[in-house]
């Protein structure tokens, strides 16, 4: 990967759940990684949120205040046409990493 390989990552793991589910605040994308990685995976708002501004910078992703479901407001995050781009890269580079790691494994 190009960038830092956590920032990546958590990159590819924020484009990948907007891509799931078209927008989300915050709060959503954390509950929806540590769903998805059955707990496994946690964020911290302090990596999360800088991140999504990173992000939204570059032009990957849009936001937009809106109310939630329990009518408190809540910034939601969407992909752009350069987010998806980004993702596709961003997956591809992320296979490959781990086909690196593979191979290194099987020699170790």
Same mark, same amino acid.
Do not use: C
């Given at each position: 990967?190009?960038?830092?390989?956590? =920032?990546?990552?958590?990159?590819?793991?924020?484009?990948?759940?907007? #891509?799931?589910?078209? %927008?989300?605040?915050?709060?959503? +994308?954390?509950?929806?990684?540590? #769903?998805?990685? !059955?707990?496994?995976?946690?964020? %911290? !708002? $302090? #990596?999360? @949120?800088?991140?999504?501004?990173?992000? %939204?910078?570059?032009? /990957?992703?849009?936001? !937009? /205040?809106?109310?939630?479901?329990?009518?408190?407001?809540?910034? @939601? &995050?969407?992909?752009?046409?350069? $987010?998806?781009? %980004?993702?596709?890269?961003? !997956?591809?580079?992320?296979? =490959?990493?781990?086909? $690196?790691?593979?191979? +290194?494994?099987? &020699?170790?």
């Amino acid at each position: 990967m190009a960038r830092n390989d956590l =920032q990546g990552s958590l990159d590819l793991l924020v484009l990948k759940s907007l #891509s799931h589910f078209g %927008e989300l605040h915050g709060y959503g +994308i954390v509950l929806h990684m540590q #769903s998805a990685s !059955e707990e496994l995976l946690s964020v %911290e !708002e $302090g #990596s999360l @949120y800088p991140a999504l501004h990173r992000m %939204e910078m570059s032009g /990957w992703i849009k936001s !937009e /205040w809106k109310l939630t479901d329990t009518g408190r407001k809540a910034k @939601y &995050y969407r992909l752009t046409p350069a $987010g998806r781009k %980004e993702l596709d890269k961003a !997956e591809k580079n992320f296979e =490959q990493l781990v086909k $690196g790691i593979r191979a +290194i494994l099987r &020699y170790a």
